[in-house]
């Protein structure tokens, strides 16, 4: 089955605390995103990567890492979360990240990240 | 990608039907038009897309007019489970956008 997993869905934590969440694809897909999404403000992009090695920063990246070793893996660090960070996060895989025919994003199921 | 324009909520009753336009003026030759449909805490999921004229599968129709400066994603008699966030996006076929913006969609509310 073709689909985007996120590990963990639900997390809890402390102010600075590093945290990695991971997201994989099983769809050969060259491109990954990863969104936070919070209420009244919608879904915004945090960081992109067109193919494996190659990443550049989305709207909100500030707090963020991410690396694209494989073509499959795309984590997401936090190296030193704060509270305003708590949101849910989504990751996301296409085809090339165009917006043309065939090349829809597949969003994984979204972790809930809370960091007290 | 092109600057889009939906409303920001839009509430509704089941059975009826139910249209979204979004506004696009700056559409280019190359772009086309794609909706996504989000149901509370789940990601986005591609429901449509389209170029010209009218596109129809199993969940929408895309209306797209002659001039492409708007769409109007029709939803066909609606039930409580099209309760969900419908996004507009417009961007070039074959054309790798990276940075790509949802935006705050339209929240659409189904009553019984």
């Known amino acids: 089955e073709a689909q985007v997993t996120q590990n963990p869905r639900y997390l809890i934590t402390v102010t600075g605390k590093k945290l990695t969440v991971t997201c994989s694809q099983n769809?050969?897909?060259?491109?990954m995103s990863w969104y936070r999404q919070d209420p009244g403000l919608g879904l915004r992009q945090i960081y992109y990567s067109m193919n494996v090695e190659v990443t550049d920063k989305g709207d909100v990246p500030e707090g963020y890492k991410v690396s694209r070793k494989e073509k499959r893996n795309f984590p997401l660090i936090l190296e030193s979360p704060s509270p305003n960070q708590t949101s849910l996060y989504f990751c996301?895989?296409?085809?090339?990240?165009?917006?043309?025919?065939?090349?829809?994003?597949?969003f994984g199921p979204g972790t809930r990240l809370t960091v007290t | 990608l092109a600057k889009t324009t939906q409303p920001i909520s839009m509430d509704s009753y089941e059975g009826q039907e139910v249209n979204i336009t979004c506004s696009h003026n700056n559409i280019a030759t190359n772009d086309y038009i794609t909706w996504y449909q989000q149901f509370p805490s789940q990601g986005p999921r591609f429901i449509i897309q389209?170029?010209?004229t009218k596109v129809t599968n199993e969940v929408a129709s895309l209306f797209i007019p002659a001039d492409r400066k708007s769409s109007t994603l029709s939803l066909p008699r609606v039930s409580l489970s099209d309760t969900a966030v419908y996004y507009c996006?417009?961007?070039?076929?074959?054309?790798?956008?990276?940075?790509?913006?949802f935006g705050k969609g339209t929240k659409l509310s189904v009553k019984p």
């Open positions: 389209g170029y010209k």
């Open positions: 996301a895989s296409s085809l090339s990240g165009g917006l043309g025919v065939g090349d829809e994003q597949y």
């Open positions: 769809m050969n897909h060259e491109y």
């Open positions: 996006l417009v961007g070039e076929h074959g054309g790798s956008q990276g940075n790509l913006i």
